[in-house]
Nanobody, 119 residues
Framework: QVQLVESGGGLVQAGDSLTLSCVSS????????MGWYRQAPGNQREFIAS???????SVADSVKGRFGISRDSAQNTAYLQMSSLKPEDTAVYYC?????????????WGQGTQVTVSS
């Protein structure tokens, strides 16, 4: 069973930085991509960033320049670096992973970690 465990969320002040971590139970060799989404109360889940097995990254325009994504393949871990945080960044942040099963792929989600930015 694939497990994704997020950590690093918390309460910060506007302008602060925070780094979220997501550890996957699946080897990087079988991971096509890892990414982050967020969901604020009353809003739909929103794409934030992805990193692919090639190393290519994709970051949403809404956070580009403030957020970045990276990975440690040896540790099967993806990171979301967040800086210049704003109150509107307050949300539950979810890690996601696309796992290659040779005959196809499947997407998995973590339980989420809360990020609260106070003004």
């Amino acid at each position: 069973q694939v497990q994704l465990v997020e950590s690093g969320g918390g309460l910060v002040q506007a302008g602060d930085s925070l780094t979220l971590s997501c550890v996957s139970s699946v080897s990087s060799r079988s991971t096509l991509s890892m990414g982050w989404y967020r969901q604020a109360p009353g809003n739909q889940r929103e794409f934030i960033a992805s990193i692919y097995s090639s190393g290519r990254t994709s970051v949403a325009d809404s956070v580009k320049g403030r957020f970045g994504i990276s990975r440690d393949s040896a540790q099967n871990t993806a990171y979301l670096q967040m800086s210049s945080l704003k109150p509107e960044d307050t949300a539950v942040y979810y890690c996601t992973s696309r796992v290659d099963f040779t005959v196809g792929y499947e997407d998995y989600w973590g339980q989420g970690t809360q990020v609260t930015v106070s003004s």
